[in-house]
């Protein structure tokens, strides 16, 4: 049972908007930067969002994160049948330990 | 380019340790830490440490302290991840990955991956 707190399966259709959710508290997500990563099927996590609401170059407009409080989101818009994958969040807490959401698979139908 | 390359599989029995590596390449190694994150199967993601290349000085998360080591070897920009006392729950697959600094997790570059399969 992780820390950070996200749904375990999240779904969409082709075109559809998903949100996914991380929930944490004062010590973690309140006081810090959050990170999303994706991960497809037997690969190395990808950054996606860094810094509650930033993307690395290279990665679509499509996705975007935010956070408030103790708890951040990512947003997928348009969604794509290559957007089926495993999503986590992360956040470096008060006691600089990394910790990870239990992560969230989405389904595109 | 940016490259963080580790070392192969490996199958071990209870009890016994492992060493696994990242050889890095493609930028001033000293100038961002390095992690180690852990996934066994089909379940998510686990930290378990960092190194400061520079200093060599290292942080562990508590379910490792006392079983894990990390230490580095400037000379060929390579760190390494030592797990002892072999448990078949350690099986999984270890990616080191670097960090710009403390207090974020913003892993930017990933390691393969090494699958460390523990079984009798």
């Known amino acids: 049972q992780s820390v950070l707190t996200q749904p375990p399966s999240a779904s969409g259709t082709p075109g559809q908007r998903v949100i996914i959710s991380c929930s944490g508290s004062?010590?973690?997500?309140?006081?810090?930067?959050v990170t999303w990563y994706q991960q497809l099927p037997g690969t190395a996590p990808k950054l996606l969002i860094y810094s509650n609401n930033q993307r690395p170059s290279g990665v679509p407009d499509r996705f975007s994160g935010s956070k408030s409080g103790t708890s951040a989101s990512l947003a997928i818009s348009g969604l794509q049948s290559e957007d089926e994958a495993d999503y986590y969040c992360a956040v470096s807490d008060d006691s600089l330990t990394v910790i990870f959401g239990g992560g969230t698979k989405l389904t595109v139908l | 380019q940016v490259q963080l390359v580790q070392s192969g599989a490996e199958v071990k029995k209870p009890g016994a340790s492992v060493k696994v590596s990242c050889k890095t390449s493609g930028y001033i190694f000293s100038n961002f830490y390095i992690h180690w994150v852990r996934q066994a199967p089909g379940q998510g993601l686990e930290w378990m440490g960092k190194i400061n290349p520079s200093s060599g000085t290292t942080s562990y998360a508590q379910t490792f302290q006392g079983r894990a080591t990390m230490t580095r070897d400037t000379s060929t920009s390579t760190v390494y991840m030592d797990l002892s006392g072999l448990r078949s729950d350690d099986t999984a697959v270890y990616y080191c990955?670097?960090?710009?600094?403390?207090?974020?997790?913003?892993?930017?570059?990933w390691g393969q991956g090494t699958l460390v399969t523990v079984s009798s």
């Open positions: 004062s010590s973690n997500i309140a006081g810090n930067p």
């Open positions: 990955a670097r960090v710009p600094g403390v207090g974020t997790a913003r892993f930017d570059y």
